[in-house]
């Protein structure tokens, strides 16, 4: 059984920081990336980032663009978010999940693996 933990969330000020984690155990799949959504109160799912498994290819939403990078460590099968500049409107929980296929990384659809979340607050 694959099991995806998210870690790294809290309290933070605006123009704060945090760096969130995410680290995959349990069964065998084909890890074609991770990825990183995020669902504010009373809203749907978003995409965040991603990153292809190699390495060699990330993707960002436009809204956080130049404001969150995404990195990977393969021999510890983890998953980084690191989010500068945070602002109240990135209030959320995030998830992390695993991309089952080779399509498209900005479609919730490809993702098939996902952890529990991690809230994150961002206050004004």
């Known amino acids: 059984q694959v099991r995806l933990v998210e870690s790294g969330g809290g309290l933070v000020q605006a123009g704060g920081s945090l760096r969130l984690s995410c680290a995959a155990s349990?069964?065998?799949?084909?890890?074609?990336?991770r990825g990183w959504f995020r669902q504010p109160p009373g809203k749907e799912r978003e995409f965040v980032a991603a990153i292809r498994w190699t390495g060699d290819s990330t993707y960002y939403a436009d809204s956080v663009k130049g404001r969150f990078t995404i990195s990977r460590d393969g021999a510890k099968n983890t998953v980084y978010l690191q989010m500068n500049s945070l602002a109240p409107e990135d209030t959320a929980v995030y998830y992390c999940a695993a991309l089952i296929s080779s399509g498209n990384y900005y479609y919730i659809s490809n993702y098939g693996y996902w952890g529990q979340g991690t809230q994150v607050t961002v206050s004004s």
């Open positions: 349990g069964g065998a799949f084909t890890n074609y990336g």
